[in-house]
C-alpha cells in the first residue's frame, strides 16, 4: 500500500512501532480528520489503547489546537467514523456507541453526525466496524453490505448510489477500499466484481 500511494505523490507517514502493543496494526481506528482536526480516539480494548502513542513524532507536526482526544471513559474508535460532505457517520457497534456519538454532535455542531446502527454478534452478523459494511466512494457512491446494517438511514439511502456487497466479499473486507481522489480508490485486487463495478461508475 505505501508504494501504490507513492506513485500518487501521497507523503506517507507510518506510526512508530510500540514495545508492549501487541495489536499495533490497523492505523485506521486510532485516529480521525474531521474537517482541519486531529480527532485521536479512544479504543474499547486495553490492549489496543496506548497505539496512538506511535502517532507522536507526526502529531507533534500539527498545531497542537488542532488535535483532539476522545475523553477517558468514551469509546470511539476510528473504524465507525466516516467523514463525507458535512456529515459523519458514526457506527453503533461492537466497539463504539451512543456516547461516542454524543462527543462528535459537542465537537464538531457544524456536521450532521448522524448513527448508524450496525448488527451485533447476536443477530448473526460479525461486523466489527461500519467500515466493514458502508463506505463512500466518488462524489456520490458508496459500497454498501446491507446485512451488516440494523437499519439504513435516510442519509444513506437517498443521498448515495448504492453498490452493493455480498457476505463473501464482505469477508474479504470489500468494502475496505481507501479513496485518494472522487476518481480513484486503491482496492483489493481479489475484489473483481466490486472493482469492475467501480471502473462502471467512473
Given at each position: 500500500?505505501?508504494?501504490?500511494?507513492?506513485r500518487?505523490?501521497?507523503?506517507?507517514?507510518?506510526?512508530?512501532?510500540?514495545?508492549?502493543?501487541?495489536?499495533?496494526?490497523?492505523?485506521?481506528?486510532?485516529?480521525?480528520?474531521?474537517?482541519?482536526?486531529?480527532?485521536?480516539?479512544?479504543?474499547?480494548n486495553?490492549?489496543?489503547?496506548?497505539?496512538?502513542?506511535?502517532?507522536?513524532?507526526?502529531?507533534?507536526?500539527?498545531?497542537?489546537?488542532?488535535?483532539?482526544?476522545v475523553p477517558?471513559?468514551?469509546?470511539?474508535?476510528?473504524?465507525?467514523?466516516?467523514?463525507?460532505?458535512?456529515?459523519?457517520?458514526?457506527?453503533?457497534?461492537?466497539?463504539?456507541?451512543?456516547?461516542?456519538?454524543?462527543?462528535?454532535?459537542?465537537?464538531?455542531?457544524?456536521?450532521?453526525?448522524?448513527?448508524?446502527?450496525?448488527?451485533?454478534?447476536?443477530?448473526?452478523?460479525?461486523?466489527?466496524?461500519?467500515?466493514?459494511?458502508?463506505?463512500?466512494?466518488?462524489?456520490?457512491?458508496?459500497?454498501?453490505?446491507?446485512?451488516?446494517?440494523?437499519e439504513?438511514?435516510?442519509?444513506?439511502?437517498?443521498?448515495?448510489?448504492?453498490?452493493?456487497?455480498?457476505?463473501?466479499e464482505?469477508?474479504?473486507?470489500?468494502?475496505?477500499?481507501?479513496?485518494?481522489?472522487?476518481?480513484?480508490?486503491?482496492?483489493?485486487?481479489?475484489?473483481?466484481?466490486?472493482?469492475?463495478e467501480?471502473?462502471?461508475?467512473?
Amino acid at each position: 500500500l505505501p508504494i501504490s500511494l507513492l506513485r500518487h505523490g501521497i507523503a506517507v507517514f507510518q506510526p512508530i512501532p510500540l514495545d508492549g502493543v501487541p495489536d499495533q496494526l490497523m492505523t485506521r481506528d486510532i485516529g480521525v480528520v474531521i474537517d482541519d482536526t486531529f480527532v485521536v480516539m479512544q479504543m474499547a480494548n486495553e490492549s489496543r489503547q496506548d497505539e496512538w502513542r506511535g502517532l507522536r513524532p507526526i502529531l507533534d507536526q500539527i498545531e497542537p489546537l488542532k488535535i483532539v482526544k476522545v475523553p477517558d471513559g468514551v469509546v470511539l474508535e476510528g473504524g465507525d467514523v466516516i467523514v463525507d460532505n458535512g456529515r459523519i457517520f458514526v457506527g453503533l457497534s461492537q466497539r463504539t456507541g451512543s456516547d461516542g456519538v454524543a462527543f462528535l454532535t459537542n465537537r464538531f455542531p457544524k456536521f450532521e453526525v448522524i448513527p448508524v446502527p450496525l448488527k451485533q454478534l447476536a443477530d448473526g452478523e460479525d461486523i466489527l466496524h461500519l467500515d466493514c459494511s458502508f463506505l463512500p466512494v466518488g462524489s456520490h457512491h458508496a459500497l454498501i453490505y446491507f446485512d451488516g446494517l440494523a437499519e439504513i438511514p435516510t442519509a444513506i439511502a437517498e443521498q448515495y448510489d448504492l453498490i452493493e456487497v455480498t457476505k463473501a466479499e464482505q469477508q474479504i473486507l470489500a468494502t475496505n477500499v481507501l479513496s485518494i481522489s472522487p476518481t480513484q480508490v486503491i482496492s483489493r485486487t481479489k475484489s473483481s466484481r466490486i472493482n469492475a463495478e467501480l471502473r462502471q461508475r467512473g
